[in-house]
């Protein structure tokens, strides 16, 4: 292997301690065991990469760290015989960017169990235009679909609605034929969410409910939820008999205060969407629908994209809740 240095946003201590991030060279040694070294062209920005970027115990729990949950790049080398030099391919969710080094690198080397090959339809910059954020969405939606929750079951409300995952979610399911109540505190976006496929938009003082009534009047067919907290169980309180709840995030907060009513009176589902360890052989499925039948072609209108030497500023800008959609990070050509 090379010893040539490769460039990566390293997270570490300095000399007093404080935690600093930026890109910096380290040889490629420095990275990983894996069976598949990828050289990386394009990564993203989600919330959890801003967590490691700024030293964050429960997602970068080591240092030195590389963020980067999402990683689209060629083999370079790989010991598995399922993936050859040069092939497209890409990296989502498992441990990438979190317990080990991820895609704000020029090189990772990874498990092949984590290695996708490049969904037809997509390229390496679009498969990055959804990344595990509109990974997590795709995954909201087909837990609707499982749960029978169909384009005429009635409403489904998006919360957190101008995120990553939040945005691709009022996409795909206005694409599909949904009415989608996108729920956004941000009422200059408004008009910016029914662009993307939202029927209606509302405040959250419009779904959030702060009275102890075990159960609402029914409102939602499903829900994609990525805040949590009382806006998760404002939302399990109002779904309708047999309807479905997707939670995916816990920016309001971690804890449910509710009763088990609207579980065992309506039939109410809560799912729980784990992206990072969804299995292999259901991941592979979901990208090729991402790829086909429900590819996004306009998600490219709302991705903006920097280079890895603005990631910085870029990392304040969503922990200040100021970016809406997606943001591609160009690591490198190929």
């Known amino acids: 292997m090379s010893a040539e240095p490769f460039a ?9 301690g404080k935690i600093r991030g930026g890109v910096t060279h380290r040889p490629r040694a420095a990275l990983p065991e894996g069976d598949v070294l990828i050289r990386v062209q394009w990564s993203s920005l ?3 990469d801003a967590l490691a970027a700024t030293g964050h115990p429960g997602v970068a729990g080591k240092l030195p760290h590389v963020p980067g949950i999402d990683a689209a790049g060629t083999v370079v080398e790989s010991s598995d015989p399922a993936f050859q030099p040069e092939q497209p391919v890409i990296v989502t ?3 990438l960017g979190a317990g080990q080094w991820g895609g704000w690198a020029e090189y990772i080397r990874v498990p092949a169990e984590w290695v996708i090959p490049l969904p037809s339809g997509l390229t390496l910059e679009t498969a990055m235009h959804y990344g595990t954020a509109g990974f997590t969405a795709a995954m909201s939606v087909q837990a609707l679909e499982d749960h029978h929750i169909a384009a005429n079951s009635g409403k489904v409300v998006v919360t957190g609605a101008t995120g990553g995952v939040g945005s691709i979610a009022v996409m ?8 989608v109540v996108a ?8 008009e910016w969410l029914k662009t993307l496929g939202a029927a209606e938009v509302v405040g959250r003082d419009e779904v959030l409910d702060a009275s102890s009534r075990p159960l609402l009047s029914t409102r939602w067919a499903g829900a994609v939820d990525c805040v949590g907290g009382d806006i998760l169980t404002s939302l399990l309180r109002a779904t309708q008999l047999r309807g479905c709840v997707t939670a995916c995030g816990l920016v309001a907060g971690a804890e449910l205060n509710m009763t088990v009513f ?3 009176l309506r039939g109410v589902t809560l799912t729980g969407i784990d992206s990072g360890w969804y299995p292999r052989e259901l991941r592979l499925k979901l990208w090729e629908r991402l790829g086909g039948e429900w590819r996004l072609d306009e998600l490219a209108d709302v991705t903006s994209t920097i280079p890895l030497s603005n990631a910085n500023s870029a990392v304040q800008r969503i922990l200040k809740g100021e970016i809406a959609g997606r943001t591609l990070v160009e690591i490198g050509q190929p």
């Open 183 to 190: 729920v956004s505190g941000k009422e200059d976006k408004h």
């Open 8 to 16: 990566c946003y390293l997270v570490e201590k300095d000399e007093d």
């Open 172 to 179: 795909l399911l206005g694409k599909l034929g949904y009415h």
């Open 93 to 95: 969710g498992y441990d």
């Open 262 to 264: 609207p579980f065992i």
């Open 46 to 48: 989600n919330y959890k």
